[in-house]
């Protein structure tokens, strides 16, 4: 088996759209990224690359190339399921902690946990999705951004 950790933190912008852990979340701010900015599914993606010994989500979908401008990253997510593959592995299991001030995302954890599945061919069990905040601490307890890490373990096929 396998394992890779990701990280990844965009800032908040009033009147983006916000979409976290492959799922838009109704709030009036969203995060700033070539893609859609979905901290959780990057961080998600570095972690499975990583894994997989391919490297990061910046040498697969470079922000210098339009077409990936405003994409959702779970086609990226999809995407690297079959890299992963491609390369000998299966995902087995997949934990995410968002770490954000606001807004609540207990509400949007079983949607997360669902979508993440699909996108990976797993089982709800299989995907841990946690929110927490840092008590006002630092850029995501000022509300400035979200940030993400991510654990992914991979098995050969």
Do not use: C, N
Request: glycine share 14%; charged share 20%.
């Amino acid at each position: 088996m396998r394992v890779g950790i990701g990280f990844d933190a965009h800032r908040l912008v009033a009147g983006l759209p916000l979409a976290l852990g492959g799922v838009a979340i109704p709030w009036e701010k969203g995060l700033a990224g070539h893609s859609d900015g979905d901290v959780a599914l990057h961080a998600l993606i570095d972690a499975l690359l990583g894994a997989a010994g391919l490297g990061d989500i910046g040498e697969h979908f470079p922000p210098t190339e339009e077409r990936f401008r405003g994409i959702a990253s779970r086609q990226l997510l999809r995407e690297v399921r079959t890299r992963v593959a491609a390369a000998g592995f299966r995902v087995e299991q997949v934990d995410l902690v968002i770490i954000a001030e606001q807004p609540r995302l207990a509400p949007y954890r079983a949607a997360m946990r669902a979508a993440i599945a699909e996108d990976l061919g797993l089982t709800v069990e299989q995907v841990g999705v946690k929110a927490t905040t840092t008590d006002g601490l630092g850029f995501t307890g000022r509300g400035e951004g979200i940030a993400a890490h991510a654990v992914a373990l991979i098995v050969p096929r």
